[in-house]
Each structure stands twice: as C-alpha cells, then as structure tokens.
C-alpha cells in the first residue's frame, strides 16, 4: 500500500538520482550564491521560491526539506562564518546527494559551517540516525519489542532532540511543507515555533491552492509527492502560521500565474514570513503608538486597533514589536517623558483600542512653555 510518505520517499529517492522537472517551478536565484555549487547539486534540487533572501548575517539557519542542499550552502554563504546552517532531510538518498559534495563546496565557499541531519520535519526533536542505531541493537520482533522502540523514541526526543528548543533564528523551507500528511500538519507548525527562538522568524515558500483539495485528489500518491494534493489553501496557509503562535505573518510573493491547475483549483507558488515574539507579560509603561496609514485604521494579531494619527496606548511589549520588522516604518512611538521603571510597571489591559491621552505620557502636571522661536531664518527656510 502506497502512504504519504512512502510516496514522497520514492519520489525523491527518484529525484536523486535522475533530476525530475515536474517537482519544481522555476526560481530564480541570486547567481553569485550559485557558482560554488556543482551542476549535480543544482540539478537535483528541487523548490518553488528562494527564502534565502531573508537570511541574516550570523543567523543560525534551520532548511527543513533541505534535499540535495542548494539552499543551505546559500544561507551559509549569506549568514557568513559566524552563522551556522542545518539542513534537516528525511530521505537518506538525498542526504547522501548532499554529503558527496560537502567538503568540495566547503572549500569553495571557504567556510564550513553546514550540517545535514537525519529528520521528519514535523517531529524535530527525533534524530532518525540515533533511532537506526537503537534498532540495530535492539530490533523489533513483535508487539513488546515495538512497545519498547517507543519508549526508546520518546527517551531520545527528551534527552538528545534532533533541534533543541530556541534554537534557530530563522528557518527556511522551499515546497517541502505540503508534502506532511494532513495529519501532522498541526504538529510541523509547532515544531516551527518551538525551535525558534523568541525574536526569530521563518520564512518559506510552498504551493498553495485557491480551493479546497478534493479527498480523491490527495489520496492520488503522484499528486501528493507531487507537491499538488497536499498544498494549503492560501488563507489556511496564512492561518497555520497564526495558530502556532507566530506574528507578523506577511505573504512576501504570490505568483500571478498559476504552476498547475487540476480539476479548475489553481496551485501557485508563495513565499510567506512570520515572527516570534510576542510571549511575555503586558507591562503599563505610559507608552502610546500613532499609526501613520494609509489606511483608517488596522488591527493587529492580537486584536489591538490602531486608528490612523490617534495615539494609541500599548503595553510595553507591543510598543517594541511595533518597532521591528515587519512594522518598522508603520507607527510613530510616543515615549513617556517620565520612564517607569519595569520592576515599577504595573499590568496593562491588553483589549481593544483605548486611545492614550496626552497628557498621560507628558505627565498631568507638565507646564513647561518654550521660547518663541523669532522669525524664520532666510539661510535655512526653517522657523
């Protein structure tokens, strides 16, 4: 009987051995990051977008679905020697692609700062190569040999996890999600969010349709290793991000075209980023926020409305996240004049809009009244 998985593994064991067209769209990539690699590798990987862009300086970097590795030794050339990449695979055709030519490119991209490991993207904390090590010693002949494997898998989930928690600060995936089966779709998605660390991101580009898949298609095994059947629904996509925790989710391409359509749903290629960091208490802090536009007013992940040109109050943390990407350039802060300490902060309602009086953050008691400028200066057309 043909699985999910059993068809994503002979259908990239394939893809390992003889390059296979229809498991990819095309991409572009920045060529300069592309000259270390062999034409092996480069004809033998597979995806539908470039996360790469994305990559920062010294990241560690998690590839899940990393395959033959092009994506990983381009991360790696971006995050630079002081970053580290894993690329995390579950097809032992592919690692073994990617492994022949580690050293080779390693010398080209003159540092060496990539691993790939053994893995099922939605089960990050089991190390596949430490569990064919537990088997070879102890194999399973029946039902309480089984018994035991599972509590084998469990003991080296705790004590030595393929991705520890807080781990990474940004994981890239290329067309690898949609091939999970259905039933572990939720778990990959916190398996994303546990392993980042608080301040880190994702991004990553899959294929997404616009209808719901019908059943008879994902039960068609070549459709599903395919990168077809399996696909999210674009605004289900988007949502799975949101259930895990994740914020700031932004889709940052969406093919105009479509790849393929089947029966009349229509299955593109998009890339989507999303955050961590919104944990932690909602301190009062006097803080307010004014949102620039365009529009009227916005409402963020947690609820909270901003209402163009309006202070609004925020807690202390949802005044820091409204600084950093992807808001950056969104918001005006409005700091108190008088700072509260935080082990002086009290507890912040967070629900709602509720606009922050000004004088609030200036202080009831503020009567300062400054110098009347004069008259405007010729030499600088300032008043």
Same mark, same amino acid.
């Given at each position: 009987?043909?699985?999910?998985?059993?068809?994503?593994?002979?259908?990239?064991?394939?893809?390992?051995?003889?390059?296979?067209?229809?498991?990819? $769209?095309?991409?572009?990539? !920045?060529?300069?990051?592309?000259?270390?690699?062999?034409?092996?590798?480069?004809?033998?990987?597979?995806? $539908?977008?470039?996360?790469?862009?994305?990559?920062?300086?010294?990241?560690?970097?998690?590839?899940?679905?990393?395959?033959? %590795?092009?994506?990983?030794?381009?991360?790696?050339?971006?995050?630079?020697?002081?970053?580290?990449?894993?690329?995390?695979?579950?097809?032992?055709?592919?690692?073994?692609?990617?492994?022949?030519?580690?050293?080779?490119?390693?010398?080209?991209? +003159?540092?060496?700062?990539?691993?790939?490991?053994? %893995?099922?993207?939605? !089960?990050?904390?089991? !190390?596949?190569?430490?569990?064919?090590?537990?088997?070879?010693?102890?194999?399973?002949?029946?039902?309480?040999?089984?018994?035991?494997?599972?509590?084998?898998?469990?003991?080296?989930?705790?004590?030595?996890?393929?991705?520890?928690?807080?781990?990474?600060?940004?994981?890239?995936?290329?067309?690898?999600?949609?091939?999970?089966?259905?039933?572990?779709?939720?778990?990959?998605?916190?398996?994303?969010?546990?392993?980042?660390?608080?301040?880190?991101?994702?991004?990553?580009?899959?294929?997404?349709?616009?209808?719901?898949?019908?059943?008879?298609?994902?039960?068609?095994?070549?459709?599903?290793?395919?990168?077809?059947?399996?696909?999210?629904?674009?605004?289900?996509?988007?949502?799975?991000?949101?259930?895990?925790?994740?914020?700031?989710?932004?889709?940052?391409?969406?093919?105009?075209?479509?790849?393929?359509?089947?029966?009349?749903?229509?299955?593109?290629?998009?890339?989507?980023?999303?955050?961590?960091?919104?944990?932690?208490?909602?301190?009062?802090?006097?803080?307010?926020?004014?949102?620039?536009?365009?529009?009227?007013?916005?409402? !963020?992940?947690?609820?909270?409305?901003?209402?163009?040109?309006?202070?609004?109050?925020? $807690?202390?943390?949802?005044?820091?996240?409204?600084?950093?990407?992807?808001?950056? %350039?969104?918001?005006?802060?409005?700091?108190?004049?008088?700072?509260?300490?935080?082990?002086?902060? +009290?507890?912040?309602?967070?629900?709602?809009?509720?606009?922050?009086?000004?004088?609030?953050?200036?202080?009831?008691?503020?009567?300062?009244?400054?110098?009347?400028?004069?008259?405007?200066?010729?030499?600088?057309?300032?008043?």
């Amino acid at each position: 009987m043909t699985t999910y998985e059993s068809a994503v593994r002979e259908r990239y064991s394939a893809g390992a051995e003889a390059c296979q067209d229809s498991l990819c $769209c095309a991409t572009s990539y !920045d060529p300069k990051y592309l000259a270390v690699l062999p034409q092996e590798i480069l004809e033998k990987d597979y995806g $539908c977008g470039d996360p790469t862009p994305f990559v920062e300086r010294g990241d560690v970097v998690l590839d899940l679905g990393s395959g033959a %590795g092009k994506i990983c030794w381009i991360a790696a050339q971006i995050a630079g020697p002081e970053g580290r990449v894993i690329g995390v695979d579950m097809n032992h055709d592919m690692l073994a692609l990617a492994k022949k030519h580690h050293a080779e490119i390693a010398a080209r991209v +003159g540092h060496d700062t990539v691993e790939f490991r053994r %893995g099922m993207i939605q !089960d990050l904390r089991l !190390d596949l190569d430490l569990l064919e090590a537990e088997l070879a010693g102890h194999p399973v002949t029946g039902a309480d040999a089984w018994l035991r494997l599972r509590d084998a898998e469990q003991e080296l989930r705790m004590t030595r996890p393929l991705i520890a928690d807080s781990s990474v600060d940004v994981i890239l995936s290329n067309c690898v999600l949609n091939l999970v089966r259905p039933a572990d779709k939720r778990q990959l998605f916190q398996e994303m969010y546990r392993v980042t660390r608080t301040g880190g991101r994702v991004t990553i580009a899959d294929i997404v349709c616009d209808e719901d898949v019908p059943e008879e298609m994902q039960r068609d095994p070549e459709l599903w290793s395919g990168c077809i059947s399996g696909a999210f629904r674009e605004d289900l996509f988007l949502k799975a991000f949101e259930d895990a925790g994740f914020h700031g989710v932004e889709i940052l391409s969406r093919n105009d075209k479509p790849w393929r359509t089947v029966q009349g749903i229509e299955f593109r290629a998009m890339t989507v980023r999303a955050f961590k960091g919104k944990e932690g208490p909602c301190l009062e802090r006097h803080q307010a926020v004014v949102y620039r536009g365009p529009f009227r007013k916005v409402f !963020d992940d947690d609820g909270h409305v901003y209402h163009r040109g309006e202070r609004m109050a925020v $807690c202390d943390k949802t005044y820091r996240l409204l600084q950093q990407a992807p808001y950056r %350039g969104l918001f005006e802060a409005v700091e108190p004049r008088v700072e509260i300490p935080l082990d002086a902060a +009290g507890t912040f309602g967070c629900a709602g809009a509720e606009r922050r009086p000004p004088r609030v953050t200036k202080g009831v008691d503020y009567d300062a009244t400054t110098a009347d400028p004069g008259s405007c200066d010729p030499a600088t057309g300032c008043c």
